[in-house]
């Protein structure tokens, strides 16, 4: 992480500094954390917003990752508080931009969000946040082609998945390597962005490398029969039929049939 990256980050440590304004998901290679602030809404009601950022090794160089959630919102308009946010953040480049983006959706969210006939009514607002309750419970499964560094490959899955509060299983069954997640769609998104962009292994000459060989399988709400973890752990099994039986356990023998099987050569 770069020197004006850290500057940034302890100013923001300092600003956001009230109870859960603030929370660091990770700095490994770049930066993701959350800021919870608020703007009035075209009836000069209070709107909370969950801001999460991403900040790449390249950063403030190039565009910092975004995303935006808001029981009182609904997705497009959560979608179009993200469009906006990256429309300003083009005219920022090459400068700490994040505590300026606060500001600046502060300052703007009743012109963003719309006239009144376009906001979110009383109505709206209670399934909304019932969608948004509902959006929270979400499932991915993802396959890894190996893991050299494995012993410190685990850790750090451990530390995201524990930092973005998500539950599920990382599985090894011979040469197959599966994630399957729980948790907030967007914790979920958050992990993938690490997952994707870290240099959590190493490549044929021990040089830390990024992951490049991940697929992702599978990524739904989960649904009245599936089981909900209560927990993230690392299971090895001896035999596919072991495997099978997890998932069977889980409620998703289905997925073990559409997904995991075809993985078995």
């Known amino acids: 992480m770069g020197e004006l990256v850290q500057e940034e980050l302890s100013a923001l440590a300092a600003i956001f500094c009230g109870p859960d304004e603030w929370e660091v998901v990770s700095c490994s290679d770049g930066a993701s954390f959350r800021i919870n602030t608020s703007g009035q809404g075209f009836l000069d009601e209070n709107i909370p917003l969950k ?9 403030p160089f190039c565009l910092p990752g975004i995303s935006v959630n808001s029981q009182h919102l609904t997705r497009a308009q959560c979608m179009v508080i993200k469009e906006k946010l990256l429309e ?3 005219k920022l480049l090459s400068e700490p ?4 983006l606060v500001l600046w959706v502060q300052q703007n969210l009743k012109d963003i969000i719309g ?3 376009t906001a979110v009514s009383p109505e709206d607002c209670t399934l909304s946040a019932s969608t948004s309750m509902d ?3 979400w499932m991915a499964l993802l396959h890894l082609d190996h893991m050299r560094a494995k012993t410190k490959y685990v850790k750090t899955v451990e530390k995201w998945i524990s930092n973005l509060r998500l539950t599920g299983r990382l599985m090894f069954w011979g040469k197959i390597i599966l994630i399957l997640l729980q948790g907030d769609r ?3 998104k958050e992990y993938l962005i690490l997952q ?3 240099k959590v292994d190493v490549d044929s000459s021990g040089k830390k490398c990024k992951e490049k060989m991940i697929s992702i399988l599978l990524e739904t709400k989960v649904q009245m029969e599936h089981k909900r973890f209560l927990a993230f752990e690392v299971k090895e099994y001896s ?3 072991e495997l099978l039986k997890e998932f069977e356990a889980a409620g998703l023998k289905k997925l073990f049939s559409e997904f995991v099987l075809p993985l078995v050569k």
């Open 135 to 137: 959006d929270g419970t």
């Open 186 to 188: 967007n914790s979920i």
């Open 115 to 117: 006239q009144p006939e």
């Open 97 to 100: 931009m994040v505590h300026e």
């Open 51 to 59: 801001l999460s950022f991403y900040l790449p090794t390249t950063y």
């Open 239 to 241: 035999s596919l039929d």
């Open 88 to 90: 300003q953040a083009k």
């Open 196 to 198: 994707k962009t870290s």
